[in-house]
């Protein structure tokens, strides 16, 4: 399979625990983004990188979100001390050209 | 104001008619891309079709096409034929001036195919 991937695809947390997701772009793909979903409304931007660098974040970031791209390939989404209104779809997207954007199956978190 | 605009927030449609999903933007930047994804119930948005402000034909993949209306700033997305696999959510979203900016996307429409 050579799409987005994302790791896990659903994780059930207890309130200040923190937890990490994972995104594996599609290989070739330079940028990647992040968007939190919650239920009924469509996705909100979080944060973007091209290659590693962390161009953009969005202010829903606080400050126990991080994001890191380490080497311009995988990413890793933490938050730290989870909340319940941190309960959504954590969705990624990669892409190569500016008319494109394909995005993972999700991970959904659960916080307790 | 909204950026993205759905104002449908259900659809139905019969098996084998055209359905047209609605959506309007906003932006003052003259450069901006159009999109329409499709999220089924597995949660996972699928790409389906994209607009750019310059393209001079509306776009069209498939089934799929965008009824892209520039002075009015809308993009209906026209579903031809329809499936019972197109029940679904359809998103429409934009990406602004000519980077590889985000997308910001409209809270959606529910597609509902019957027989």
């Known amino acids: 399979d050579t799409g987005v991937s994302q790791d896990p695809r659903h994780k059930i947390t207890k309130r200040g625990q923190n937890v990490t997701f994972r995104c594996d772009p599609i290989s070739e793909h330079n940028r990647l983004y992040w968007y939190r979903q919650t239920l009924g409304q469509g996705p909100e931007f979080l944060t973007y990188?091209?290659?590693?660098?962390?161009?953009?974040k969005s202010r829903l970031l606080s400050d126990r979100f991080s994001a890191e791209r380490p080497k311009g390939s995988f990413s890793t989404l933490e938050i730290q001390r989870t909340e319940q209104g941190d309960s959504a779809m954590y969705l990624c997207?990669?892409?190569?050209?500016?008319?494109?954007?394909?995005f993972g199956p999700g991970t959904r978190l659960t916080v307790l | 104001a909204q950026k993205i605009t759905q104002t449908q927030p259900g659809m139905f449609v019969q098996e084998k008619e055209a359905v047209t999903l609605d959506c309007t933007y906003d932006t003052s930047d003259p450069s901006y891309g159009l999109f329409w994804y499709k999220q089924p119930s597995s949660g996972e948005m699928i790409f389906l079709i994209y607009?750019?402000?310059?393209?001079?034909q509306n776009a069209t993949e498939g089934r799929y096409s965008l009824n892209f209306q520039k002075a009015r700033k809308s993009a209906n997305l026209v579903i031809s034929a329809s499936q019972l696999g197109d029940s679904a959510m359809y998103f429409c979203a934009m990406r602004e001036g000519g980077t590889a900016s985000k997308l910001t996307f409209g809270t959606g429409t529910r597609l509902q195919v019957t027989l």
């Open positions: 990188f091209q290659n590693e660098a962390q161009l953009e």
């Open positions: 997207a990669s892409s190569f050209r500016l008319h494109e954007e394909f």
């Open positions: 607009q750019g402000s310059y393209d001079q």
